[in-house]
């Protein structure tokens, strides 16, 4: 368990107005790579994924997400982009299974339990959020480049049992800058070289 830093956490949120916008607002979760998404001690294999839907499907119970051998939760996100994420819900567990607190690490890529002892880049107290109207706002520079986003539900108000049905995700997404131009320019260069290189050998054949 960790415990180290809890006297940091923010306990700040905002109310969030549900209109009609929402659902574009929170429409991060079509950029993340969910092939690679995991999460960590989820009772039944892949049901962490469920909890990344869209924002008219938040209030449904049909799929959710519980955690198996402890409290403990561990979501590692991969984006199909680079995001600079502003916020984010999470609607949990009835009673006692609600997560009660959220610890965010950006860009490291596949953490495990062994590594959430690192100081997150930031750490929420939550507030039991049942139809998604707490958003907590993220530090919008610090989160302004993620191409991953690890989120850790360290623990709930007392049950053995976590349970999440939603995490919403606002912000922008912008595509990755690939290579391609920096490998480009390395096969060329070669290319450029073989050809003085081969004018040498012309010019001293015409010696000999």
């Known amino acids: 368990m960790s ?17 009609p916008e929402s ?9 993340i790579d969910t092939d690679n998404l995991e999460c960590l001690n989820e009772h039944i294999e ?17 799929k959710y997400v519980d955690s198996d051998a402890d409290e403990e939760l561990l979501f590692n996100i991969p ?5 600079k994420l502003k916020g984010i819900i999470l609607i ?7 997560p009660s607190k ?23 107290e939550l507030t039991r959020d049942g139809d998604g109207s707490a958003e907590y706002p993220t530090k919008i520079v ?5 191409h991953h986003l690890t989120i850790h539900l360290p623990s709930n108000f007392g049950d053995d049992t976590s349970r999440v ?19 480009c320019s390395y096969e060329s260069a070669p290319n450029v070289s073989d050809h003085k290189k081969s004018l040498m050998d012309d010019v001293s054949h015409q010696i000999m």
């Open 142 to 146: 610090k989160f302004s480049s993620v």
């Open 165 to 183: 049905y939603y995490i919403g995700l606002r912000g922008e997404w912008s595509p990755a800058h690939h290579h391609g131009v920096t490998i």
């Open 102 to 124: 959220m610890r965010l690490f950006k860009n490291r890529p596949k953490m495990s339990f062994d590594d959430v002892s690192a100081a997150p880049d930031q750490e929420f």
């Open 79 to 83: 984006f199909t982009g680079n995001v």
């Open 23 to 31: 659902g574009i607002e929170y429409s991060l979760y079509t950029k």
């Open 46 to 62: 892949g049901a962490g994924k469920s909890v990344f839907k869209p924002w008219e499907d938040r209030l449904k119970k049909d």
């Open 92 to 98: 949990g567990g009835e009673g006692e299974m609600h």
């Open 3 to 19: 415990g180290a830093g809890g006297h940091s956490c923010e306990h700040q949120h905002h109310d969030h107005p549900v209109g």
